[in-house]
């Protein structure tokens, strides 16, 4: 059973190593932008709401994402596990989604903070070249980071909060991780 709660800036390499966990563990690797980018393209209420948030870098309303999560976390393929990626990306959702497991009768194992300096994010992004990779988006993408998601990691500070160094080589950051992940821990 792993259930893992990823954050990190933007750019720093959490879904491509979030997916790679995923695979390895054999649980479902939960990404709210993967999601939400799928609303967007299916054209669904929620991706129809979600686009212009999304197109400026800004955070989709709490509401959506949580409402989006319960419906995820309450799927059948979630029950033995998942690798949360892109949530909680602020305080009132952290909070949330400690309800949201106390409802389902889950604990978290741990919480991976994938840190990476700022001028290699940036970096990262442009060569990604994502919609939402346009330079002026990424700035805005990082202020969001510091004002709102950065709080997340205080929050989570004495809870099993594990730091990954981000800037390595991707076959390095897999390898700290799998170590970090499988160090002795106390259950959240
Ligand atoms: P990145 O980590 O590179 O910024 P994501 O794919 O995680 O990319 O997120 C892309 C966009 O989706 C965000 O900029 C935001 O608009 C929206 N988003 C994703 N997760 C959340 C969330 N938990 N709360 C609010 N908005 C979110």
Known sequence: MTRLIFLGPPGAGKGTQAQILAASFEVPHISTGDLLRAAVSQGTPLGQQAQAYMDQGELVPDQLILDMMKERLTQADAASGWILDGFPRNVPQ?????????????????VVNLDTPDDVLVQRMLARGRKDDAEDVIRRRLEVYREQTAPVIDFYSDRNLIPVN???????????????????????
Request: with cysteine; charged share 10%.
């Open 94 to 110: 952290a909070i949330a989604l400690d309800q949201m497991l106390a409802s389902l009768n889950q604990h978290y194992d741990c």
């Open 166 to 188: 981000g800037n390595q080589p991707l076959d390095a950051v897999t390898s700290s991780l799998k170590q970090a992940i499988q160090a002795p821990k106390q259950i959240a």
